[in-house]
């Protein structure tokens, strides 16, 4: 096997850069990347810094473009200003770029982000192959339209770093050991796509990076303790616990996928009866559909059916519904969260079967429990590339 050498686009020059940051000054840019614009004394206040010593470690900051004084609502060119403004800090999200592919079995969807992981372009192709040489060629021809994308929007900038994610084992957030849907073992991804992009590139297991994503830009923001259940080709978990992801080698064994759920259930391929991958992946319930409505159905089509009262479809879509309230309960008395997130691209079915869900959740819990505080995250597969894109920014401002 043989990549090319030259790089298919021009390696970035960073305006700003983040590292080496360490101690205070490191928490300052977090504090600011992650809430900001924050005031000084709202700074203070978080990190225990006398407005002095907060002076003294933003001063280099700022100097450095790192940082910069955001205007207030209130200040414009032509108000009147009384001394010098108390600008909150803030950071530039146009001043650093990144890129975020997400690789299934036979598609790769992709993302363009700022710093903040705002989305500014998606694009995705199939793949025809999942040969390793195939999957970077797909990978960096992706990387390419959505560097010229970025060249229309802001001609002067450029992509900062690249992140791929996919279900299987990763270590180091460069070597997949383990990606059964992609016939791999042991392969360097990251130094592939470096050596074909010239970009810096992470790579982590999909449900890893979509929970880095929901926990620093997305519905868990601010809970120290949240856990994200994902529903649709698989099962998917994640769980933060003060303030920091849960790791695990076993993170890309879908362990939830086991979790029995319905004891008059259909069986799974894994020969569990009623488990959550026979009650709630996508596949699962369109086979199940499909046989009791006898004509093929899509996914989709099979919630839109229930959602206008075809009683085989509402019958079907209820019984998910159930189970899904009861993995939620599961979930909420095992970690007791401050909230509980659910995506995946069959994350619809909440929606659809909102009661049946409830009548699991309850039927599962403590009556004298808190209401659960559940989200919803976007369905669409752009959102799991925005989750590799996490990762890449989490890379270059973590130094990792």
């Given at each position: 096997m043989t990549f090319p050498l030259q790089p298919t686009v021009s390696a970035p020059s960073a305006p700003t850069a983040w590292t080496p940051l360490s101690g205070p000054t490191r928490q300052i840019a977090l504090e600011v990347l992650l809430d900001g614009p924050l005031s000084r004394s709202a700074l203070s206040q978080r990190l225990g810094l006398s407005p002095g010593s907060l002076t003294r470690l933003?001063?280099?900051?700022?100097?450095?473009?790192?940082?910069?004084e955001a205007l207030t609502p209130a200040e414009t060119e032509d108000a009147p200003r009384l001394g010098r403004p108390a600008q909150p800090l803030d950071v530039d999200p146009s001043s650093h770029h990144f890129v975020g592919v997400k690789l299934?079995?036979?598609?790769?969807?992709?993302a363009l982000t700022d710093l903040r992981a705002g989305v500014l372009a998606a694009t995705d192709a199939p793949l025809d192959a999942t040969d390793p040489e195939h999957v970077v060629?797909?990978?960096?021809t992706l990387v390419d339209e959505?560097?010229?994308t970025l060249a229309t929007v802001r001609p002067s900038a450029s992509v900062t770093g690249l992140g791929v994610s996919l279900g299987g084992h990763v270590e180091r957030r460069t070597d997949v050991t383990l990606a059964d849907h992609l016939g791999w073992r042991d392969l360097p991804l990251a130094a592939l796509l470096s050596e074909r992009t010239g970009l810096r590139t992470v790579v982590e297991n999909d449900i890893v990076a979509v929970t880095e994503a929901t926990h620093w830009f997305g519905e868990g923001h601010g809970c120290s303790r949240f856990a994200l259940v994902t529903i649709g080709a698989g099962i998917g978990y994640g769980l933060v616990v003060h303030d920091e992801a849960v790791e695990s080698p076993e993170a890309g064994l879908s362990l939830l996928s086991?979790?029995?759920l319905a004891p008059d259930g259909p069986v799974g391929?894994?020969?569990?009866?009623?488990?959550?991958?026979?009650?709630?992946?996508?596949?699962?319930?369109?086979?199940?559909?499909?046989?009791?409505l006898g004509r093929d159905v899509t996914y989709d089509q099979l919630l839109d059916l229930a959602a206008a009262g075809d009683p085989v479809a509402r019958d079907l879509v209820d019984a998910s519904g159930r189970a899904l309230g009861r993995l939620i309960a599961a979930v909420a008395n095992f970690t007791m969260p401050e909230r509980v997130v659910l995506g995946g691209e069959g994350v619809r079915l909440a929606e659809v079967a909102a009661d049946a869900v409830q009548h699991g959740l309850h039927g599962d819990r403590d009556p004298r429990t808190r209401p659960l505080d559940i989200r919803l995250q976007s369905p669409e597969l752009a959102h799991w590339a925005r989750g590799a894109a996490v990762v890449a920014i989490q890379a270059f401002v973590l130094g990792r």
């Amino acid at each position: 096997m043989t990549f090319p050498l030259q790089p298919t686009v021009s390696a970035p020059s960073a305006p700003t850069a983040w590292t080496p940051l360490s101690g205070p000054t490191r928490q300052i840019a977090l504090e600011v990347l992650l809430d900001g614009p924050l005031s000084r004394s709202a700074l203070s206040q978080r990190l225990g810094l006398s407005p002095g010593s907060l002076t003294r470690l933003t001063k280099p900051l700022l100097d450095a473009g790192l940082l910069v004084e955001a205007l207030t609502p209130a200040e414009t060119e032509d108000a009147p200003r009384l001394g010098r403004p108390a600008q909150p800090l803030d950071v530039d999200p146009s001043s650093h770029h990144f890129v975020g592919v997400k690789l299934t079995g036979d598609h790769a969807y992709a993302a363009l982000t700022d710093l903040r992981a705002g989305v500014l372009a998606a694009t995705d192709a199939p793949l025809d192959a999942t040969d390793p040489e195939h999957v970077v060629d797909v990978v960096a021809t992706l990387v390419d339209e959505l560097v010229a994308t970025l060249a229309t929007v802001r001609p002067s900038a450029s992509v900062t770093g690249l992140g791929v994610s996919l279900g299987g084992h990763v270590e180091r957030r460069t070597d997949v050991t383990l990606a059964d849907h992609l016939g791999w073992r042991d392969l360097p991804l990251a130094a592939l796509l470096s050596e074909r992009t010239g970009l810096r590139t992470v790579v982590e297991n999909d449900i890893v990076a979509v929970t880095e994503a929901t926990h620093w830009f997305g519905e868990g923001h601010g809970c120290s303790r949240f856990a994200l259940v994902t529903i649709g080709a698989g099962i998917g978990y994640g769980l933060v616990v003060h303030d920091e992801a849960v790791e695990s080698p076993e993170a890309g064994l879908s362990l939830l996928s086991h979790f029995a759920l319905a004891p008059d259930g259909p069986v799974g391929p894994c020969g569990h009866t009623g488990c959550a991958t026979a009650m709630l992946t996508t596949g699962a319930l369109i086979t199940q559909a499909s046989r009791h409505l006898g004509r093929d159905v899509t996914y989709d089509q099979l919630l839109d059916l229930a959602a206008a009262g075809d009683p085989v479809a509402r019958d079907l879509v209820d019984a998910s519904g159930r189970a899904l309230g009861r993995l939620i309960a599961a979930v909420a008395n095992f970690t007791m969260p401050e909230r509980v997130v659910l995506g995946g691209e069959g994350v619809r079915l909440a929606e659809v079967a909102a009661d049946a869900v409830q009548h699991g959740l309850h039927g599962d819990r403590d009556p004298r429990t808190r209401p659960l505080d559940i989200r919803l995250q976007s369905p669409e597969l752009a959102h799991w590339a925005r989750g590799a894109a996490v990762v890449a920014i989490q890379a270059f401002v973590l130094g990792r």
